[in-house]
């Protein structure tokens, strides 16, 4: 058991996603992602979502990077095909960054109670 770095007490066993302190049930808010006080002060991430997320952004950078270079190494393969393929990892890219903006700043509700 952690002690919960707001209140003082000993059943610290949540974990603030904005500030990373450990909190306890009176201290966190009810869907359980942030502190009341990074609710309080509308805390954002910003660019701490790329640290949070890196394992999801280096899957899809290997998706990106597999779909596009490949494609000249394949022999017979018409070349406007790799600017299709580029155009195409482009747009998959465009949707899941902006989920991740948007994610971050209003984080999905949780379904543990």
Not at 6 to 22: A, I, L, P
Not at 84 to 93: E, K, L, P, S, T
Not at 99 to 109: K, L, Y
Request: charged share 20%; proline share 5%.
């Amino acid at each position: 058991m952690q002690q919960c770095e707001f209140c003082g007490s000993d059943f610290g066993d949540h974990t603030c996603y904005f500030c990373d302190k450990h909190c306890c049930d009176s201290c966190m808010t009810n869907d359980r992602t942030r502190c009341k006080k990074c609710y309080v002060s509308k805390r954002k991430l910003g660019w701490r979502i790329f640290k949070k997320n890196k394992v999801l952004l280096g899957f899809l950078g290997f998706v990106w990077a597999y779909t596009v270079f490949p494609v000249p190494l394949i022999k017979g393969i018409d070349p406007t095909f790799y600017w299709v393929c580029f155009g195409v990892a482009i747009m998959i890219m465009i949707p899941v960054s902006l989920a991740m903006f948007f994610w971050s700043r209003e984080p999905p509700s949780s379904d543990l109670r």
